[in-house]
């Protein structure tokens, strides 16, 4: 579905993403974790088209997205839902929505949208800014979602989110994966939230993957050793 090779991607001067290659599969979620500073967002807005490479290639299926721009990558099938949420304040939760069939021919939300995050349904005419974090990021999560993708990048979906509400996202997140058949790759640093929604987890260490595993056979400890040095 998605296939990154060698990637390297600097800010200014600096080396941030140091030679990154992996593959996700069909309906496959992959969580790449790290401690901050890591490199992590820098690794999702390169993928996304906001940050360019330096060197390396990105393909989703055949496509090969290396140099096109944001636009043509969601176009192409993927969404972003960047760290922070980064809704409209000032839209109502139905504009947001909106905002993410920029490019759809019929411009109508989606009934599964309402039906899996029913608190926007009774939101809708509510502005963004108005809403608690778990709303919000429901919202950016139905936003990112409305265009049908193949590929969902989502970037520290649980940050400034009630504990209580981080597994609902996450049993959420699977039941849509499943209906709308699409492949996610996550940014977390809660492991529980990780352990609920990926099959495969990789780690960044200073821009570098220094560990792969399944969640089958995980090192828990390797990764909390990671998470906390």
């Known amino acids: ?120 349904r009774e939101m809708r005419g509510r502005h963004g800014g108005d809403l608690s974090g778990g709303q919000q990021q429901q919202l950016a999560i139905a936003r990112a979602l409305v265009a049908n993708p193949r590929v969902l990048l989502l970037d520290e979906p649980t940050e400034g989110i009630q504990p209580s509400i981080i597994k609902d996202i996450a049993h959420t997140l699977n039941r849509l994966k499943r209906a709308k058949k699409f492949a996610i790759v996550v940014s977390e640093q809660v492991l529980s939230f990780a352990m609920e929604l990926a099959d495969r987890f990789l780690i960044l260490e200073k821009g570098e993957l220094a560990y792969e595993g399944r969640r089958a056979d995980l090192d828990v400890g390797k990764i909390h050793a990671y998470l906390t040095i």
């Open 1 to 120: 579905m998605l296939t990154v090779q060698d990637l390297h991607v600097y800010y200014g001067e600096s080396h941030v993403i140091r030679g990154v290659s992996f593959e996700l599969g069909d309906e496959e979620t992959i969580a790449v974790m790290g401690r901050n500073g890591m490199g992590k967002t820098t690794l999702f807005k390169s993928l996304i088209g906001l940050l360019p490479a330096r060197s390396g290639r990105v393909r989703l299926g055949e496509v090969d997205l290396t140099g096109k721009p944001s636009h043509e990558r969601v176009a192409g099938g993927m969404a972003y839902v960047p760290q922070g949420r980064m809704i409209f304040p000032y839209l109502t939760v139905e504009e947001n929505i909106l905002t993410g069939l920029e490019n759809a021919a019929v411009k109508v939300v989606p009934e599964f949208v309402y039906e899996t995050f029913p608190v926007l």
